[in-house]
């Protein structure tokens, strides 16, 4: 006979800890975990952007992507019309990007750890900025020399809504709500699935103002 409070728990996401939520079997959301956070992680994030701001690039295809893009760390993710790559340089600069400041880094890090993958050595953080309407089509992340590193996923200010799709870009997507702090980890038999963000809306946020900025930390190289 089950244990009485079967009925009252019948949900297995209750057997994890606290703000951690599983979307694949190596995927977790981590609710709030870069909150406490943000206050160290901004300041530094302004002087990344102060040296390489925001670009807006066009992919191979030549569709200019509607979220604006700058990269930390040794490489940094770029596309131009001969295509997608990981870069030692800002093209716009020609110059390095900056490095990768250590708050940044060591959330990423524990972040990593926290959801399974110890370990974790990033070399690329791209950032990502969205004003209402901009969006990230359905899309694999297979620029990366290897896939045996996750990539975590720091979102800031506005709402978004995830698509986590599957391996084939036509298998359904799950729609998961990400907010200010959430940070995603995925990894292992989940790293090449498919995903997007959805149009994000119009908003204030009280702390990021009217964006949402979503940090993704790689190994690259
Ligand atoms: C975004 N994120 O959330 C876009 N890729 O703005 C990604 O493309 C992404 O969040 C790989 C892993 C996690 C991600
Ligand atoms: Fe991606």
């Known amino acids: 006979m089950p244990a009485p409070t079967a009925d009252l728990f019948p ?49 191979p295809g030549g569709f200019t992507m509607s979220a604006a893009l700058s990269s930390c760390g040794e490489l940094g993710w770029t596309t131009d019309a001969h295509g997608y790559r990981y870069s030692p340089l800002d093209p716009r600069s020609q110059r390095p990007w900056p490095a990768m ?26 950032i990502n900025r969205y004003v209402p309407g ?3 089509s359905l899309h694999q992340d297979k620029n990366e020399r290897r896939y045996d590193a996750p990539v975590v996923s720091v979102s800031l200010g506005l709402p978004a809504i995830f698509l986590f799709g599957g391996h084939a870009r036509s298998d359904r997507a799950q729609k998961v709500s990400l907010f200010h ?5 995925w990894g292992g038999i989940d790293r090449l699935r498919f995903h997007g963000v959805m149009p994000i809306q119009e908003g204030l946020h009280p702390v990021m103002g009217p964006q949402r900025i979503n940090l993704t930390f790689r190994t690259a190289g």
């Not at 702090?181 to 980890?185: A, K």
Request: glycine share 8%; proline share 7%.
């Open 181 to 185: 702090g959430d940070v995603v980890v």
């Open 134 to 136: 901009a969006k990230m």
């Open 11 to 59: 949900d297995d996401a209750l057997q994890q800890p606290a703000g951690r939520e599983q979307i694949g079997d190596e995927s977790h959301v981590l609710r709030g975990y870069a909150l406490p956070w943000i206050e160290r992680l901004l300041p530094s994030l302004r002087q990344v952007l102060a040296q390489s701001p925001f670009r807006q690039m066009v992919t």
């Open 101 to 126: 400041p250590d708050v940044l880094r060591q959330l990423a890090v524990q972040a990593a750890a926290d959801a399974g993958f110890i370990g974790f050595a990033p070399d690329a953080c791209l």
